[in-house]
Structures are given as C-alpha cells and as structure tokens.
C-alpha cells in the first residue's frame, strides 16, 4: 500500500539558509500535518492542512511557512535556518480527523551546520 | 489544556517480561487514543488505537484499554521481545477535520536477551 512520501530524506543546510521539505499524502487523504521532533523529544505540532486550507496552527516559528497544492501534497519552507531548528521534521496524513489515525513518512532529518 | 503522560524511561526488560507502559491524559472532551512506535531513525508508526470509553487495541500482542474513568490508556504486551526495542508514544487526537495528535514524552523500551 501506498505510504506517505516525504522529500528529501537527509538535508544539510547552512544558518541563515533556506530549506523546502516536500510531503505527498497517502492517495485520497485530505488532511496533513507536519511534526518537529528534537533529539530525544516527542514529536511538536507545526501546521496542518485541510482540503488545502490551513486548518490548524502550532508551535511553528514566523520563519517557516507552508501549504498545500492543489493535488494534496504539502510543502514545508524554512528560512533564516538557525543551528536550533536541526530535527527530524515529519509529514502525517490521514481522511478526515477525527478517530481516523494518522499516517507518518519516514521523515525529512534536517541538519544545520 | 489537553495533554498526555507517559512514565518516563528506560524501561529495561529481559526477553519473555511482562511490559506495562502507562500513560495518562488531560482532555476536554473525548479523544481518540493511540500508541505508535518509533524504531531507531524510523518515522512513526501506528501500534494501535482506540476511539471511545472501554474499547481495547491490539495489535502484535501489544494491548491498550480506554479508560476514562481514570483517563488512561496503559499499554501491555506478556511476553516482550528483543525487537520490541524502541520508543513508544501515547497519543490523543480531538474530534473534528482538525484533530492533531499530541504526544506523551516518549517512553523508550530495552529489551535484553
């Protein structure tokens, strides 16, 4: 079965940089979510997207956007990177929300150097 | 607000233990719950769930009961094996189009032969 899709897998930046994470969704899921998780913590809530819209906002700092095209993948854009925002970052989807689970990619390890 | 607690770790078992992770929540309403499991540089993955009062979710003889009256959703398994090393996350999501997950700490399993 298809799983969810995340881009790239390994990502090294510099401070100061950009970084452009990709996610694709599982086929027909109309919701994602995107997750930071530092070294040895739980996984943070940054945004999520219904039907395209945003649809849920969390810890997610003024420097990153996202959003969600018109085929449901989502795009995650962090600039002005700093040293701290080194982390796995993961992608979620799901139908609907709600008792539905939610789905994870394999996530995006982003480095900061 | 909502939350959830996981007892902190490491939990260290011999192979063929009894595992008990317990974990608590704090919600407004009634959330689904949900255990998944992360296996080192893995994404998450979904251990199982359960979406009202008194059901029970299993999955690879891992086993977790809904209790709201004492707003738990504990996670057992008999007879642990090696490769159930990992870290384990207890889970709640609201209602609705919008429902994110929040996570528990994080409890990380070592079992040893």
């Keep these: 079965a298809a799983g969810v899709i995340q881009s790239p897998r390994h990502l090294i930046k510099e401070k100061r940089e950009t970084a452009t994470l990709k996610c694709y969704p599982i086929p027909r899921h109309d919701t994602v979510y995107w997750y930071q998780q530092g070294p040895g913590q739980d996984p943070q809530f940054l945004i999520s997207f219904y039907e395209k819209m945003q649809s849920d906002k969390g810890s997610i700092p003024d420097r990153f956007s996202a959003q969600q095209f018109s085929d449901y993948h989502s795009e995650l854009n962090m600039s002005s990177l700093e040293l701290g925002d080194s982390a796995l970052y993961f992608c979620a989807s799901s139908f609907g929300g709600g008792g539905t689970e939610a789905f994870f990619g394999q996530g995006t390890r982003l480095t900061v150097v | ?113």
């Design chain 2, 1 to 113: 607000g909502d939350s959830v607690t996981q007892m902190e770790g490491p939990v260290t078992l011999s192979e063929e233990a009894f595992l008990t992770i317990n974990c608590t929540y704090t919600a407004t309403g009634y959330p689904s719950l949900f255990w998944y499991v992360q296996y080192p540089g893995e994404g998450l993955q979904l251990l199982l769930k359960a979406t009202k009062a008194d059901d029970k979710g299993s999955n690879k003889g891992f086993e977790a009961t809904y209790r709201k009256e004492t707003t738990s959703f504990h996670l057992e398994k008999g007879s642990v094996q090696v490769s159930d090393s990992a870290v384990y996350f207890c889970a709640q999501r609201g209602s609705g189009n919008t429902g994110k997950l929040i996570f528990g700490q994080g409890t990380t399993l070592q079992v040893k032969p």
